[in-house]
């Protein structure tokens, strides 16, 4: 056990760390808080949900002063919305003292930011393609910055961004110390570390294999067109707090999200093509439990930290491995519990046994939930509200009515058919989904790429198990991927991916969206 005592931070930062609710460090903030105080590069890689972002913020904010009238840390996010949940993270560690750290991201009023950055933010929290472009409008200067981060480095450089940090980082001065976090670090990586990195120290927190995960995974064989009510069962049958659907397609995330409001679940939708205010929109309702179910593409995958996701749902298979794992990481967060139900088509079943060797963890196998089950888990919801409402006891105005009813009819009789009211039963309610091609073999392109789907070694999700006390909660954003991505595509905009990733820049996958 490390307590944040033994890395001598400063009393200010202390507080805010306790404030925050941590009590102890975690295994990745224990082994890289040290290194990253002493200056040194970084590679780091430790399972999601792990505090990462606490990792690298602790040294950041150590090490900045209130005058300080300069940006002195970059930190390089994939999307908007981790953007946005970076900085508030930074924001709760310097509240005492006052640093002004600021998110930079595509979709918001460049005007506005223009105006945030006149009152000299030190730490800049960034997309790359936002931030490419205060840089050509000089409206950013990176010329004294000290410390660069890469949150989601490999994940940066799947979207293509490798040369937007390039151009970024040449900015930057030399003499500097960089540091990058994901949880995974597939070899591709080594490209961006030796261009960067300058003799760094490796970090990783390896999960034991004997540890229990913190997600139970599970996976569901069937036919496409069995994936929606299976997911209608699911949900009503595991009732989570909050879930997140992750779709393949903008199309297909717009489809499920319609359908799953049509069925009666309250259900919203985020992806890349919706306006900024839009995503800010839906996450906030989600991060206020006011929609339950968030139907996303991949722009959700990474960063994203929402305390109450019990559930993570794959409606259609990741495109690969490392994009599960970060999926599925969702949940399970900072030692919670929570599950992930993965949809597997027949001809998929490959893919997934690739899954299962990069994460060297096995995914049970489960039946297609019946509808009886589905039923049943949807009782037991309706008989807890009703106990729940019997608790209350402020339901006097129906007593008299109630009373006159028991008297022609049978108790039993009376409960059930209030039962299956308020039960609602909408199974019936029809849906449109546009069926989804199954996930193709992935093109050949180089060696780095060619062992996504094959065995490099990766950590697989799941926390740690430590605690946390107090009244935190997760930070209050989440993240993008946004125009950035977007002016790089070509394709009809409905169809396409939030990930360009291989299948997207190959011919096979233009032809199965246009589809
Ligand atoms: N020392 C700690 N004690 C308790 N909770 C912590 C601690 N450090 C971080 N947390 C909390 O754990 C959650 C996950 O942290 P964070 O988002 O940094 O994970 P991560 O490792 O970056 O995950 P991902 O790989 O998904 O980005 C957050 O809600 C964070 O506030
Ligand atoms: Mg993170």
Not at 132 to 144: C, E, Q, V
Not at 148 to 165: N, R, S
Not at 429 to 447: C, F, M, Y
Not at 448 to 475: A, D, I, P, T, W
Request: glycine share 6%; aromatic share 6%.
């Amino acid at each position: 056990m490390t307590t944040f005592n033994e890395f001598q931070l400063e009393e200010r930062l202390h507080r805010a760390i306790s404030e925050m609710g941590f009590e102890e460090a975690t295994p990745i903030q224990a082994q890289a808080i040290p290194h990253a105080i002493e200056g040194r590069d970084l590679i780091a890689q430790a399972q999601t949900g792990t505090g990462k972002t606490a990792a690298f913020g602790i040294p950041l904010v150590q090490r900045i002063e209130y005058a300080e009238e300069n940006i002195v840390s970059l930190i390089l996010a994939p999307t908007r919305e981790l953007a946005i949940q970076v900085a508030e993270e930074i924001n709760k560690l310097s509240r005492f003292k006052r640093l002004r750290p600021l998110p930079i991201y595509g979709g918001q009023d460049i005007g506005r930011q223009i105006r945030a950055l006149k009152k000299k933010p030190q730490i800049i929290i960034g997309t790359p393609g936002r931030l490419l472009d205060h840089i050509n409008r000089k409206t950013i200067r990176l010329d004294k910055v000290n410390t660069v981060i890469l949150d989601e480095a490999d994940e940066m450089l799947d979207m293509g961004f490798m040369e937007d940090i390039q151009a970024i980082l040449s900015q930057v001065p030399e003499e500097r110390q960089t540091m990058l976090f994901s949880a995974t670090m597939p070899p591709n990586i080594r490209r961006l570390a030796e261009q960067f990195l300058k003799d760094p120290v490796h970090v990783s927190v390896v999960p034991k294999q004997v540890s229990a995960p913190s997600v139970t995974q599970f996976y569901v064989e069937l036919h496409e067109r069995q994936k929606f009510d299976t997911l209608c069962r699911l949900l009503d049958k595991e009732s989570p707090d909050l879930a997140i659907v992750f779709g393949r397609t903008k199309r297909r995330v717009d489809e499920l999200s319609e359908a799953l409001q049509k069925r009666g679940y309250s259900a919203d939708g985020l992806h890349g093509d919706l306006s900024q205010n839009q995503r800010d929109n839906v996450m906030r309702k989600f991060r206020e439990s006011n929609i339950d179910v968030l139907v996303a593409t991949d722009v959700a995958a990474r960063g994203l930290d929402v305390s109450g996701v019990t559930h993570v749902f794959n409606f259609d298979l990741p495109q690969d491995p490392e994009s599960y794992v970060h999926r599925v990481g969702r949940t399970g967060r900072a030692g919670k519990e929570g599950a992930a139900w993965t949809f597997v088509t027949h001809r998929e079943i490959d893919h997934l046994h690739a899954i299962e060797r990069t994460t060297r963890h096995r995914i049970t196998k489960k039946p297609v939930p019946t509808m009886a089950e589905a039923i049943e888990g949807k009782q037991q919801i309706t008989a807890e509200r009703l106990i729940e409402l019997i608790q209350k006891d402020d339901h006097q105005e129906y007593k008299g009515l109630a009373i006159q009813m028991l008297e022609q009819y049978d108790s039993v009789h009376l409960l059930a058919a209030a039962m299956k009211l308020l039960t609602g039963e909408n199974n019936d309610i029809q849906v449109n989904l546009t069926p989804e091609e199954p996930l193709r073999a992935k093109k050949r392109r180089d060696d780095g790429r060619n062992r996504r789907y094959g065995n490099s070694k990766q950590g697989s999700s799941g926390g740690g198990g430590y605690r946390r006390g107090g009244n935190s909660r997760g930070g209050s954003y989440s993240r993008d991927r946004g125009r950035d991505y977007d002016r790089r595509s070509s394709q009809k905009k409905s169809d396409r991916s939030d990930r360009p990733n291989r299948y997207e820049r190959s011919d096979r996958y233009d032809r199965s969206e246009r589809a």
